[in-house]
C-alpha cells in the first residue's frame, strides 16, 4: 500500500464505549514518535460514553501525550458524509469486533487488535495496573504497525501482517 504523496494513513479504533482503549491508541497513532507521522487516527465507539474513563486520560498524561480534544463519540460521526476516508478500521475490544459497523467507505482494511477492558480490572489499584498494561500493549502494536514497510506490502499481505500484530502484547 503505497502513497506517493507522503499523506499520513487515516487510522479508526473501535470500541464499545469509545473511553479508555480506543482513546487511549487515537491518541498514541498520533503522537509522532510512535506513529511516526505515517497516522492520522481518530476514534469511537457503538455506544459512547458521555467522556473518556479519568483513567485513561491520566495514563496517556503521565506518558507524556496530550488529551486536548480527547472525546468519546459514536462511530455514526464517521458514517457521515464529508468524514475522512479511513485506510485501516481496528477494533480493540472484543464486544466491538462482533457488532455490526457501519459502512466505511474506501472499503478499509480491518484487523482486531483485542485489550483487556481496564476498568472491569476490579478496585482502583487493579484498573490503573491494567490501564498500564493496556497502553504499553497499544504501544507496542502500533510501533509494529508503523514499521510495517507500507510501500513494499500488498493490500493482502499488510492486511495479514495488521491482523498477525493484532495477537501481539
Excluded at 486520560?57 to 506518558?63: D, G, N, Y
Aim: with cysteine.
Amino acid at each position: 500500500m503505497h502513497r506517493t504523496d507522503h499523506t499520513p494513513f487515516n487510522i479508526l479504533f473501535l470500541c464499545t464505549g469509545n473511553s479508555a482503549r480506543s482513546i487511549m491508541a487515537e491518541a498514541l497513532a498520533n503522537n509522532l514518535a510512535v506513529g511516526g507521522g505515517k497516522f492520522k487516527a481518530y476514534s469511537a465507539g457503538s455506544q459512547p460514553r458521555a467522556k473518556p474513563h479519568p483513567l485513561a486520560l491520566e495514563t496517556l498524561r503521565s506518558h507524556g501525550l496530550s488529551v486536548d480534544g480527547l472525546r468519546s463519540k459514536s462511530w455514526d460521526e464517521f458514517a457521515q458524509a464529508g468524514s475522512p476516508q479511513f485506510d485501516f478500521v481496528f477494533t480493540v475490544c472484543d464486544a466491538a469486533a462482533g457488532e455490526q459497523c457501519p459502512y466505511w467507505p474506501g472499503q478499509p482494511m480491518t484487523a482486531h487488535w483485542g485489550v483487556e477492558d481496564p476498568p472491569a480490572a476490579g478496585d482502583e489499584a487493579a484498573q490503573r495496573k491494567a490501564f498500564k498494561n493496556a497502553y504499553l500493549t497499544l504501544k507496542r502494536r502500533i510501533e509494529l504497525f508503523a514499521a510495517l514497510p507500507f510501500e513494499k506490502l500488498d493490500r493482502l499481505k499488510l492486511a495479514e501482517q495488521a491482523q498477525h500484530i493484532g495477537s501481539q502484547t
